[in-house]
């Protein structure tokens, strides 16, 4: 990963969601809700958040937290470690 995220900060692509459909209509990109649940791809160097969450893990996230920007055609999410609000457990 081209990014390390800082302290007590994650970098999270988040998940995309299906196209949504009511009925026979199609609901428009912008009018969809973000994401709030993502996958984790680095980890700050924060050893109490080393601890707690790993590359790889899928986690949910406060709906207006962090900072979104696009790297290479993906979007990402630079989030801290208090606006994380869960692990997502299979």
């Not at 969601?17 to 809700?33: H, N, Q, Y």
């Not at 160097?45 to 900072?67: H, M, P, S």
């Amino acid at each position: 990963m081209k990014i390390q995220p800082l302290e007590d900060r994650v970098l999270i692509k988040p998940m995309e969601e299906k196209e949504k459909k009511l009925g026979s209509i199609i609901v428009p990109e912008t009018a969809k809700e973000k994401p709030q649940i993502g996958a984790i791809e680095a980890v700050g160097t924060d050893e109490e958040l080393q601890k707690n969450v790993k590359v790889g893990d899928k986690v949910i996230f406060a709906k207006y937290g962090g900072t979104e920007f696009e790297l290479e055609g993906t979007v990402y999410l630079i989030v801290q470690k208090s606006d994380l609000l869960g692990v997502l457990k299979n």
